[in-house]
């Protein structure tokens, strides 16, 4: 994607850095797998009634629990009330546990590892352990922005694509269809994504897989799948039904010392004798001109396909991004943020009608179509990561007719790195908690008129109100400063951090705190 300006933006919306079955020449028309509340300062997502530092167990994914009384049958979803007028939803999708609360939405981990004191009330604390595997991180924590990152496991070395500039003659390159899949490595033992998550397969899935040979591919439940195949993948039961429904397309053996042909051969050579269905060489073949790339592509795209990729003849599996792999595509894609849930109106009406995103340079923008109904209706938890299609780039860098495609957990999210100093403006209306249900507007003059008091003495603040009290945050490079009321006395609480990213981590986890037990955001202006 083309490069950005670097713009400055909001300190709270910033995303701190994270820690560090054919021969060859087999036609792309071949079948591709077929059948294919809680206190000021304590940790976020642990749950309630559990001690500061008691370790979660280490039952593994996919283990055998026993289910509670108040457990959630796959797909169900339960309203429990919250300290807000509005109930929280609990929902088990495929084994993955959510909750609508704050606590979990900011809970800056993969989504299967999250959890609250609602799932830990509604499940019981034992349950949650086990469920997520590990320690809870708290939200905005150096571990949840690791986890984020896929430090659990090391990331496997993979090749990755340029995009072509109609720089570079194709002819003679190995074309395939790129598949809209979820990109898997094998490593001999185990599947796992690019941040090296383990995906949990089926024993059977990969019993066929060879022992001595890493291999490169893609986890593929078909055109125009994305999202289902991502549901199935991430899912830590090894259902059985879920993954006959997907199939592993290799392209590459990365430890291989031949050169690209030898190593598809040797791929092809291995799962022709394995004799299973659901693990296949991916088709290739040659481009023959600028013509028969134009034809392939716009055959693909017709088809639901994302697009096409071209491999240089001869070449060695590099680590990194190389110009030996080229991706070739009408439309583009990125991930972004979600930072708002933007109300829908006429036929939408009472549910969402766009996500407010933000890309890794700061570009907000709204992406308002590709969104299913059940999307809709349940739409990406704010904070999560979102890929979405795109024709092209404004001059200001926002991205023209944008398109969902599904939430990213396989991908680290990287955003620019909080400067030394960062205007703070209102957070938007939609992550703003509701106001309580009983005689909102009695408190409301004397809090604005406090929170007005205690917004002339300083522009660069975020301010919440609560039964008449005030509490205010301000963030100066690695400063942080607290006001609230006691009375009428302004108490104050400053605090320095190692660094910029290190206090927006802290801040953000407090103002997740607030938010959760009642405090509502308020514009004194």
């Known amino acids: 994607m083309p490069a950005v300006p670097d713009k400055p933006r909001p300190w709270w919306k910033e995303a ?20 294919l509340g809680t206190p000021l300062g304590t940790p976020l997502g642990t749950p309630l009634g559990t001690p500061l530092g008691t370790p979660l167990g280490p039952a593994g994914p996919g283990a055998q629990q026993a289910p509670t009384s108040g457990d959630l049958a796959d797909g169900e979803s339960r309203e429990v009330q919250g300290s807000g007028a509005k109930p929280y939803v609990l929902k088990n999708t495929a084994g993955v546990y959510s909750c609508t609360c704050r606590a979990w939405m900011h809970l800056g981990v993969a989504i299967e590892r999250r959890t609250c004191k609602h799932l830990g009330a509604l499940r019981g604390q034992e349950a949650e352990r086990a469920r997520v595997g590990g320690p809870v991180a708290r939200a905005g924590s150096q571990a949840s922005a690791a986890s984020t990152a896929g430090s659990t496991d090391v990331a496997p070395p993979l090749l990755l694509a340029h995009k072509w500039e109609h720089d570079v003659d194709l002819a003679g390159w190995w074309m395939s269809e790129k598949l809209d899949g979820v990109r898997a490595y094998w490593d001999g033992t185990r599947l796992v994504s690019r941040l090296g998550n383990t995906f949990w397969a089926p024993d059977w899935f990969i019993e066929a897989l060879p022992r001595d040979l890493h291999l490169d591919g893609e986890l593929f439940g078909g055109r125009k799948k994305f999202q289902r195949t991502v549901s199935i993948v991430r899912r830590q039961d090894r259902s059985d039904a879920a993954w006959r429904e997907i199939s592993y397309l290799v392209f590459d053996a990365p430890k291989h010392d031949g050169v ?23 088709p290739h073949e040659v481009c023959r001109s600028l013509d028969h790339l134009r034809e392939e592509l716009a055959r693909v795209e017709a088809l639901g396909g994302e697009g096409l990729m071209l491999r240089r003849p001869g070449s060695r599996y590099e680590v990194g991004r190389s110009s030996s792999l080229l991706k070739v595509k009408t439309f583009h894609d990125a991930e972004a943020v979600v930072v708002t849930h933007l109300p829908g109106a006429g036929k939408h009406k009472g549910r969402l009608g766009a996500l407010q995103c933000d890309l890794a340079d700061g570009t907000r923008f709204s992406i308002g179509t590709g969104l299913s109904d059940a999307e809709r209706d349940a739409p990406p938890p704010i904070g999560s990561v979102v890929t979405f299609r795109y024709q092209e780039l404004t001059t200001d860098g926002v991205p023209r007719f944008p398109s969902y495609v599904g939430i990213r957990d396989d991908v680290a999210f990287v955003g620019t790195t909080p400067p030394a100093v960062r205007s703070l403006a209102p957070a938007p209306a939609a992550t703003r908690a509701p106001a309580p249900a009983s005689a909102p507007e009695a408190a409301a003059p004397a809090a604005t008129a406090t929170a007005a008091a205690m917004a002339s003495t300083t522009r660069d603040a975020r301010i919440f109100t609560r039964d008449g009290l005030v509490w205010q945050i301000t963030l100066t490079g690695k400063t942080q400063v607290i006001r609230r009321t006691r009375g009428e006395v302004f108490e104050t609480i400053s605090a320095s951090f190692s660094g910029a990213a290190v206090a927006w981590r802290d801040a953000d986890a407090k103002i997740a705190a607030q938010l959760e037990a009642g405090w509502t955001e308020v514009d004194p202006e």
Do not use: D, K, S, Y
């Open 260 to 282: 690209f042909e030898e190593r598809l051969r040797r791929i092809r050579e291995h799962l022709a004798a394995a004799n299973v269905t659901h693990a296949i060489a991916h």
């Open 16 to 35: 701190p850095a994270p820690p560090a079955a054919g021969p060859l020449g087999t036609p792309l028309g071949t079948p591709l797998g077929t059948p």
